[in-house]
């Protein structure tokens, strides 16, 4: 790392993985942050309950860098040590444990989020990253007047770790969250709420730069401000042509960064988020609000301005304005998206179930519900696959997850064959060479009437999203329309229900990375795989050797 990165030592002490920054050499200077992860004490909803949190905060805290800087989450050049999902690339810290993680922004500008990877513990750990321009450098917009950070959550009034072994232990699914938040509150549509809602004060004819991240657990949502237009400028940490919208939806996992102009009648206006209900279950919760206030001497209102949303399940509006992204795609910002493409890979995305002996479990017509890619459950191994990888031990996993699924069918038709419903299970990886042009279609089922959205997202790389429709994928009549020109470049998106998604990157970072759903209850009922990414043929295009202590397993 050259002396012109800027960069973290982040020491994790506590008992989960975390997804977060580590070391970071700024023009010679190191910079310390510590995560101290502990239970705290926090009253939502009329209750009080303890749960875990990093540094005695919720959400926890926004780490500041500058594009070039070191830090999590990202693409992690070379370095899948610092990744953090359990299993995957790291074993889980130890109550009383640490590991210092080493993080390298080498492309990102914007906003992404470090989180914790070890069972369902992302829901009360997890924090804001906020990368700006290079020293020196500008955005591509106008200056805001202000940043503002808006973290969108879940909140489980019961410890979520007994709910998660409940759930485990019954075959059931994991009992649903009782409310979203806005800043860790959930907003006065809820008991015991409205006194503590989160409230953004604002001044008149100014122009605010909103980093809104999605952290909720199983829902994506609508998000909006009563009686204001925004623009929407980036995802995922890269810019986007501008887009200027009522509202947008954000899936978990996702990060927007958005323009709000102050431009209305002093007052007090609901920011509200609202699930988007596309599967078969309610959602869990209703809407999140919090309060856009404007500054000055007036009469507020007795009850905010409220915003109109596309209705619950209007997956219409959410493909009209997921299409809408786009890449800047100019000399500053410039793209490279693979046109020759050396791996294809087909894969489905399935609800399914796991049957249990005489109906006992809790789940569908008394099995265990789970789920797959390519009709394969994962299995976490009792070792992380990036060390039995990179140190060649075997009867960890298996390097076979398949191009295609094992059967072709109508897979988003109303009923489909039954046989679907029931997938393989194991601990599988894909092998991709190193520097391959990839592309991956997504394509998602109506498997057991399970169908909706699903945000799937990749870890190590950022992607360019080059296609997505409803139905199933045709390769003569949805590749051509293939967007080769500013597709936008993520890391996580919604695959639309009982639609497809096509991806394309080049596969220039050697390592283990793990691929999955960010609706958590699909993440545990096993929608994830992981892509080895083999070495180059120098030092420069290899894996970095693994640092000098890991978390014993």
Same mark, same amino acid.
């Given at each position: ?45 009329? =209750? ?8 005695? &905060? ?21 370095? &899948? ?56 450098? =500008?955005?591509?917009?106008? #200056? ?25 232990? /019954?075959?059931? *699914?994991? +009992? ?23 409230? $953004? ?12 991240? &999605? ?8 998000? =909006?401000?009563?009686?204001? !237009? ?23 996992? +996702? ?8 431009? +209305? ?23 999140? /609000? ?8 007036? #009469? ?21 304005? /997921?299409?809408?992204?786009?890449? $800047? ?34 789940? *569908?017509?008394?099995?265990? *519900? ?9 299995? !976490? ?42 997938? &393989? +299970? ?48 045709? #390769?003569?009549?949805?590749?051509? !329309? ?45 929608? !994830? ?25």
């Amino acid at each position: 790392m050259g002396l012109q990165n800027m960069g973290f030592i982040l020491g994790f002490l506590g008992f989960v993985l975390v997804n977060g920054p580590i070391l970071c050499m700024a023009r010679g200077h190191i910079h310390y942050y510590d995560f101290i992860l502990k239970e705290s004490n926090f009253t939502r909803l009329c =209750s009080t309950k303890s749960m875990l949190v990093v540094n005695g &905060s919720f959400p926890g805290p926004v780490l500041y860098v500058h594009k070039g800087d070191t830090v999590h989450g990202v693409r992690q050049p070379r370095n &899948s040590w610092s990744d953090g999902p359990e299993y995957i690339t790291q074993c889980p810290i130890k109550p009383g444990g640490n590991f210092t993680q080493e993080i390298i922004f080498s492309k990102e500008e914007g906003t992404l989020w470090w989180h914790a990877h070890s069972d369902w513990t992302r829901a009360t750990v997890h924090g804001a990253i906020i990368i700006k321009p290079p020293p020196g450098k =500008s955005y591509p917009f106008p #200056k805001p007047h202000a940043e503002k950070v808006i973290i969108l959550g879940s909140w489980f009034k019961e410890d979520l770790m007994e709910l998660l072994a409940e759930a485990n232990r /019954t075959g059931g *699914p994991v +009992q649903e969250a009782e409310a979203f938040t806005i800043n860790g509150q959930p907003g006065d549509s809820y008991n015991c709420s409205a006194e503590n809602m989160y409230r $953004l004060s604002v001044d008149y004819g100014k122009t605010y730069l909103l980093r809104i991240i &999605s952290a909720v657990m199983n829902e994506a949502l609508f998000f =909006s401000i009563a009686n204001h !237009n925004i623009t929407v400028v980036g995802s995922d940490a890269a810019y986007i042509k501008p887009i200027n919208t009522s509202f947008i939806l954000i899936t978990p996992g +996702q990060t927007m960064d958005v323009l709000l102009t102050t431009n +209305q009648t002093p007052s007090h206006y609901y920011m509200v988020g609202s699930p988007y209900v596309s599967g078969p279950a309610p959602p869990d919760a209703t809407n999140t /609000t919090a309060i856009l206030k404007y500054r000055g001497n007036y #009469k507020a209102p007795s009850k905010p301005v409220t915003p109109t949303l596309p209705g619950e399940s209007d997956g219409a509006s959410v493909m009209n304005f /997921t299409k809408r992204m786009k890449s $800047l795609a100019t000399n500053d910002y410039p793209i490279n998206v693979p046109t020759k493409i050396d791996t294809k890979i087909f894969i489905t995305v399935s609800v399914n179930q796991i049957v249990c002996p005489n109906a006992s479990c809790s789940g *569908p017509q008394g099995n265990r *519900p789970s789920a797959s890619l390519n009709n394969i459950t994962f299995e !976490n191994p009792s070792i992380d696959i990036l060390r039995a990888y990179y140190s060649n031990i075997s009867n960890v996993y298996e390097g076979d997850f398949p191009n295609m699924p094992p059967s072709l069918f109508n897979f988003t038709a109303d009923t489909v064959p039954d046989y679907t419903k029931y997938a &393989s +299970q194991g601990t599988t990886a894909k092998f991709i060479k190193h520097n391959a042009s990839v592309e991956i279609v997504f394509q998602g089922t109506n498997v057991g009437g399970g169908a909706e959205n699903h945000p799937m997202h990749l870890h190590g790389f950022s992607f360019y999203l080059v296609g997505m429709g409803f139905g199933n994928f045709n #390769k003569t009549r949805d590749a051509p !329309n293939y967007n080769l020109v500013d597709p936008p470049e993520i890391n996580t998106f919604g695959l639309p229900k009982n639609g497809w998604a096509t991806i394309r990157f080049i596969a220039d970072n050697p390592g283990v990375w793990f691929m999955h759903c960010h609706l958590e209850k699909h993440a545990t009922w096993g929608m !994830n795989t992981v892509l080895i990414v083999k070495n180059g043929t120098t030092p420069e295009t290899s894996m970095r050797p693994p640092p000098k202590y890991l978390p014993p397993c």
